[in-house]
């Protein structure tokens, strides 16, 4: 591993207390998020600590492991290059590309010369029968394209509005930072990330019939960020625009998209008695680059824009968020963490003052103490309503918002 890896801390620091440890580490993520480099800074770290530590890489997107497609081809190469006498760290890219690798990894599992971790661009990979067939034996750590942050690390970039536009524009995929930062050059790269998601990712991966119909809810879905909906109303829609869709049909594609982790999902809840609610949900892209590289990037949708990335500076810094409703207001995000709440309102502009009484008066209404927030694009800083914070976006993105 002779490359310059720029380390992603966060993600180290959640695996290094479970290296050595008898669990599966699973990196889940989208497609060219970066879990394959946070997978060698992985390596780099375990050789740093363990200098005669035995490396099995398997990258199922190198045609070196093209052969490996089963449980037992899988069991046969782990076992072929196995090490005696010293700890062998088994390392496996895009593993759902393996038929029944589950099986293969429950059976290396116990011998504990062995140490697993692999990633996956699939929730499906986890879910239902596989997830009980390794129930107990594998950790989780969903990975997220660059945070603000990140992406000024990466492309050396002072913090400042310039940068902060850039990033709106052009999103957190790492290999950005190899690129020059024009329309025709990053959107070429990212229309590219796109269709392999959508065509080898759920069309491929789950036999789909009516492409054009996904197309046609991935655009529904990138010029509607922040719109609540169910899958009802979109299959209304598409009916009122001669597109004749079963409201399952849209359940299941949604679902495919969400696997796939292209779009989150996020439901609603009540905010006075914490029920959640089972119809109406917002959906958010997981890079707001690829939206704006298919969808084209636009103005006037800088609201919608801000909207998707705050939500993704909450789910980075791990809240659990849901959608707020009290009464007939609703609130942007509620986030939850290690049982405390926070509260975000996402305005473009507090332009005038009955859009001020609107955005701090939804969170006036909440009849709690926790922390209570409105961010917006606007240049002050540090005001408060009633104990309500202003933030400007681009602090709110440069910080825990703990």
Same mark, same amino acid.
Not at 13 to 32: C, E
Not at 33 to 38: L, P
Not at 51 to 67: M, Q, S
Not at 296 to 309: Q, T, V
């Given at each position: 591993?002779?490359?310059?890896?720029?380390?992603?801390?966060?993600?180290?620091?959640?695996?290094?207390?479970?290296?050595?440890?008898?669990?599966?580490?699973?990196?889940?993520?989208?497609?060219?998020?970066?879990?394959?480099?946070?997978?060698?800074?992985?390596?780099?770290?375990?050789?740093?600590?363990?200098?005669?530590?035995?490396?099995?890489?398997?990258?199922?997107?190198?045609?070196?492991?093209?052969?490996?497609?089963?449980?037992?081809?899988?069991?046969?190469?782990?076992?072929?290059?196995?090490?005696?006498?010293?700890?062998?760290?088994?390392?496996?890219?895009?593993?759902?590309?393996?038929?029944?690798?589950?099986?293969?990894?429950?059976?290396?599992?116990?011998?504990?010369?062995?140490?697993?971790?692999?990633?996956?661009?699939?929730?499906?990979?986890?879910?239902?029968?596989?997830?009980?067939?390794?129930?107990?034996?594998?950790?989780?750590?969903?990975?997220?394209?660059?945070?603000?942050?990140?992406?000024?690390?990466?492309?050396? =970039? *002072?913090?400042? &509005?310039?940068?902060?536009?850039? #990033? /709106? +524009?052009?999103?957190?995929?790492?290999? $950005?930072?190899? =690129? *020059?930062?024009? &329309?025709?050059?990053?959107?070429? #790269? /990212? +229309?590219?990330?796109?269709?392999?998601? $959508?065509?080898?990712?759920?069309?491929?991966?789950?036999?789909?019939?009516?492409?054009?119909?996904?197309?046609?809810?991935?655009?529904?879905?990138?010029?509607?960020?922040?719109?609540?909906?169910?899958?009802?109303?979109?299959?209304?829609?598409?009916?009122?625009?001669?597109?004749?869709?079963?409201?399952?049909?849209?359940?299941?594609?949604?679902?495919?998209?969400?696997?796939?982790?292209?779009?989150?999902?996020?439901?609603?809840?009540?905010?006075?008695?914490?029920?959640?609610?089972?119809?109406?949900?917002?959906?958010?892209?997981?890079?707001?680059?690829?939206?704006?590289?298919?969808?084209?990037?636009?103005?006037?949708?800088?609201?919608?824009?801000?909207?998707?990335?705050?939500?993704?500076?909450?789910?980075?810094?791990?809240?659990?968020?849901?959608?707020?409703?009290?009464?007939?207001?609703?609130?942007?995000?509620?986030?939850?963490?290690?049982?405390?709440?926070?509260?975000?309102?996402?305005?473009?502009?507090?332009?005038?003052?009955?859009?001020?009484?609107?955005?701090?008066?939804?969170?006036?209404?909440?009849?709690?103490?926790?922390?209570?927030?409105?961010?917006?694009?606007?240049?002050?800083?540090?005001?408060?309503?009633?104990?309500?914070?202003?933030?400007?976006?681009?602090?709110?993105?440069?910080?825990?918002?703990?």
């Amino acid at each position: 591993m002779g490359e310059n890896i720029l380390i992603r801390e966060k993600y180290l620091t959640k695996i290094v207390p479970f290296i050595n440890k008898q669990l599966i580490k699973v990196l889940t993520g989208q497609r060219r998020v970066g879990k394959s480099y946070i997978l060698k800074q992985i390596i780099q770290h375990i050789q740093h600590i363990d200098d005669k530590a035995n490396i099995i890489y398997i990258d199922k997107e190198d045609l070196n492991f093209v052969k490996i497609k089963s449980a037992i081809e899988l069991n046969d190469y782990v076992k072929m290059n196995t090490r005696q006498g010293v700890k062998n760290y088994i390392f496996i890219d895009e593993i759902q590309e393996i038929d029944k690798f589950e099986i293969a990894l429950r059976s290396l599992l116990p011998n504990d010369i062995y140490d697993i971790y692999c990633t996956g661009s699939n929730a499906n990979m986890l879910s239902g029968e596989i997830s009980t067939y390794l129930s107990g034996r594998y950790i989780e750590i969903e990975i997220s394209s660059l945070s603000f942050c990140e992406f000024l690390q990466f492309h050396e =970039l *002072e913090n400042n &509005d310039d940068s902060l536009k850039l #990033y /709106l +524009r052009y999103g957190g995929l790492p290999f $950005l930072k190899h =690129l *020059e930062l024009k &329309d025709e050059i990053v959107f070429a #790269y /990212l +229309r590219g990330v796109y269709n392999t998601i $959508l065509y080898r990712d759920i069309i491929k991966r789950y036999d789909l019939r009516n492409n054009v119909f996904l197309e046609n809810l991935t655009c529904f879905l990138a010029d509607n960020i922040g719109q609540l909906f169910s899958a009802k109303n979109i299959s209304d829609y598409l009916k009122s625009q001669m597109a004749k869709v079963a409201v399952s049909q849209v359940i299941d594609y949604l679902r495919y998209m969400s696997e796939s982790y292209m779009i989150h999902r996020v439901g609603r809840m009540e905010i006075a008695g914490k029920k959640i609610f089972e119809i109406g949900e917002k959906h958010y892209f997981e890079d707001i680059g690829l939206r704006n590289a298919f969808w084209e990037y636009r103005p006037d949708d800088i609201g919608k824009i801000m909207e998707n990335a705050v939500y993704k500076q909450l789910v980075y810094n791990d809240f659990e968020i849901k959608i707020g409703q009290l009464g007939n207001n609703e609130i942007d995000f509620v986030c939850k963490k290690d049982g405390e709440y926070l509260y975000v309102q996402v305005c473009y502009l507090l332009h005038n003052q009955s859009t001020i009484d609107r955005e701090f008066g939804n969170l006036e209404k909440i009849d709690d103490n926790y922390p209570k927030i409105v961010v917006s694009m606007d240049d002050f800083r540090g005001n408060t309503r009633n104990g309500i914070r202003h933030v400007q976006l681009r602090e709110f993105l440069s910080g825990s918002n703990e």
